[in-house]
């Protein structure tokens, strides 16, 4: 289930400014009113506000129940009145009540149809609630009007978003393009890889004018990479510049995130962006080395596991861990991950070290503990998390022999192929099934939606042997790859060339 939270205190800070700022867009030419009446409920609003904000959410939304219902709401200015309809919906949604928080906002979106607030907690609530598109629309056309929410859309909320609009392409596409159009960079952060797909998207679609704006924002390694990989963007780059080259492109990004560490060393998330930097270098004794003290703190079992930098922390230790184990020493990352996998990330359990974590155990042939760490999981994953945690029930029960429940999971991902095709691949190498594999991979090559994940998986790239559960299918991926239907699937649309860097992955 996909989970969009607006950010609290920024929100809370623009719906007071809003409320208590007069607003001057229109002249109220009804004839007079009880003033003291009207000035007595404006001020109730606020009070009803500032007491959500305290965290009384209840009875905040009790006593807004009372003061919406009062006849002297129809005499207070247009906009006041929207501005209660928006606080009240925000406030019934901190309260989890997703009736209430529609109704006020439907009667917000009644009297201004294009107000930007009630657009994206109505698109908040339809995605939680399930209504994915319908959501995404919603929040799309807020942010066209306004970037008041920019700093609510994290990588993973965007990126969530896109797998839950898996074919309906124009919306994610219109959706990445309000975030480009209005300098989304969370963090402070270039979100490349998204840059990419919209420019993929505008390519589609005929918007090759907006192809080069988009390409100008696109300088990480991987994702360069993918330009580079993808024949729809020859046209559009030039593979002999410096400017396209993965390499140089890695070590230009590494030189602008040591800068930035210098000039804000307290940012945290750039230590994590450079290990990530470092890490596709083949630089992992630098990793090991910068996250130590990191390490060292984090072992203490008195502190806390959530506050407000903890998913920093945590991604932090899950990259010393890939160091570790590229390293030679995949026990000790194995502990790392186990510590990383501990820290909360915005406030919630950290899904996604905890998927890493069973991933790596089911790979170094220790299933129970895989399946243990599942449970800890929990069910309210991103359909990838959902995908990732079919695969590793796969991957152990097939290793315990309880071929009942691997079959159970390999059927949920055969079911789900449009957010699980990668595992459904790495289901058919587990079966030795090599010609269904490489069916699959070539239907992927094919499909403008999957193209570029599927060129991503065949580039050359650095790589460090197998964990023992992954060596057998690592090298049944590779025959699939050689094989000359495959490569001529892939001539026909994209390239696989050799980088002196790493991937997402170790091994492959």
């Known amino acids: 289930m996909l989970h969009l939270r607006p950010h609290s205190l920024a929100l809370l800070i623009a719906l007071a400014q809003a409320i208590a700022v007069p607003v001057q867009a229109s002249v109220d030419t009804r004839a007079p009113v009880d003033s003291a009446h009207v000035q007595a409920l404006q001020d109730a609003l606020r009070d009803a506000m500032q007491q959500g904000e305290q965290g009384d959410t209840l009875g905040a939304l009790i006593t807004f129940e009372r003061l919406l219902a009062d006849p002297g709401l129809a005499d207070i200015p247009d906009a006041d009145r929207v501005n209660a309809y928006v606080v009240a919906g925000w406030v019934a949604m901190q309260a989890r009540q997703h009736g209430p928080a529609r109704s006020y906002l439907e009667l917000a979106q009644q009297s201004t149809p294009d107000e930007p607030r009630a657009l994206y907690l109505l698109g908040v609530l339809d995605a939680e609630e399930g209504r994915h598109l319908e959501g995404a629309r919603l929040i799309t056309r807020s942010l066209q009007l306004s970037d008041q929410f920019l700093p609510d859309i994290s990588m993973s909320m965007a990126g969530s978003l896109g797998q839950q609009l898996q074919g309906h392409e124009s919306d994610y596409r219109d959706f990445l393009q309000a975030l480009f159009d209005q300098g989304w960079k969370p963090q402070d952060i270039e979100p490349t890889d998204f840059w990419k797909r919209l420019a993929v998207l505008q390519i589609d679609s005929g918007q090759d004018d907006r192809v080069a704006a988009t390409l100008e924002r696109i300088d990480s390694p991987m994702a ?170 796969f991957f152990a029960y097939r290793q315990l022999g309880d071929t009942a429940q691997a079959a159970t999971a390999q059927r949920w991902l055969a079911d789900h192929k449009d957010i699980a095709e990668d595992y459904v691949v790495e289901t058919l190498l587990e079966d030795n099934a090599l010609d269904q594999a490489a069916a699959q991979l070539i239907a992927r090559l094919r499909s403008t939606e999957h193209r570029s994940e599927a060129l991503m998986s065949m580039q050359q790239l650095l790589t460090v042997p197998s964990l023992p559960g992954d060596a057998e299918r690592d090298r049944r991926w590779r025959q699939v790859v050689a094989r000359a239907d495959v490569q001529a699937a892939l001539d026909a649309v994209g390239r696989s060339e050799q980088h002196a860097l790493f991937g997402t992955g170790s091994s492959r």
């Open 224 to 393: 360069i990479l993918a330009l580079r990989a993808d024949k729809r963007l020859d046209r559009f780059i030039d593979r002999d510049s410096p400017r396209f080259d993965p390499l140089q492109s890695a070590q230009r990004e590494l030189d602008a995130l040591r800068v930035g560490n210098l000039l804000a060393p307290e940012k945290i998330r750039n230590l994590v962006e450079m290990s990530y930097a470092l890490l596709a270098l083949g630089r992992h004794e630098e990793v090991v080395a910068m996250t130590g003290s990191v390490a060292g703190a984090a072992a203490d079992t008195s502190l806390p596991r959530s506050f407000e930098h903890s998913g920093d922390i945590a991604w932090l230790l899950n990259n010393r861990a890939i160091a570790q184990r590229r390293l030679g020493d995949a026990q000790a990352g194995l502990a790392t991950l186990e510590t990383a996998a501990a820290f909360h990330e915005e406030g919630a359990a950290n899904v996604s070290q905890q998927l890493n974590l069973a991933t790596w155990q089911a790979s170094l042939l220790r299933p129970r503990e895989a399946l243990e760490t599942l449970e800890r999981t929990g069910s309210n994953l991103s359909p990838y998390g959902e995908a990732v945690q079919q695969w590793v029930r």
